[in-house]
Nanobody, 119 residues
Framework: QVQLVESGGGLVQAGGSLRLSCAAS????????MGWFRQAPGKEREFVAQ????????NYSDSVKGRFTISGDNAKSAVYLQMNSLKPEDTAVYYC????????????WGQGTQVTVSS
């Protein structure tokens, strides 16, 4: 089992910045990737960004590319999301996720942290 705990959410004005953190504990050895997803009220959960430890491949959704930066430390089983130039449409609960191996998808999820961007 892997436990994930997010932190760093909050209320910020449009144009502002926030940095989310996620720490994983438990059976994190051999972790394949970690990522961030978000879910706005009345909408489905959507992909935001991910980092694959092998090779350091990083992917972003088009909606956040150029504004958000994902980084991580595989040795610490931690992942971060620096969010700049925030917009009201970025308001959502942000979830950290962990994939233990290629092909298994994101099997473990955090409890989420609320990000609210005021206009």
């Amino acid at each position: 089992q892997v436990q994930l705990v997010e932190s760093g959410g909050g209320l910020v004005q449009a144009g502002g910045s926030l940095r989310l953190s996620c720490a994983a504990s438990g059976r994190t050895f051999g972790s394949y990737s970690m990522g961030w997803f978000r879910q706005a009220p009345g909408k489905e959960r959507e992909f935001v960004a991910q980092i694959r430890w092998a090779g350091g491949t990083i992917n972003y959704s088009d909606s956040v590319k150029g504004r958000f930066t994902i980084s991580g430390d595989n040795a610490k089983s931690a992942v971060y999301l620096q969010m700049n130039s925030l917009k009201p449409e970025d308001t959502a609960v942000y979830y950290c996720a962990h994939s233990p191996a290629a092909g298994l998808g994101y099997a473990y999820w955090g409890q989420g942290t609320q990000v609210t961007v005021s206009s």
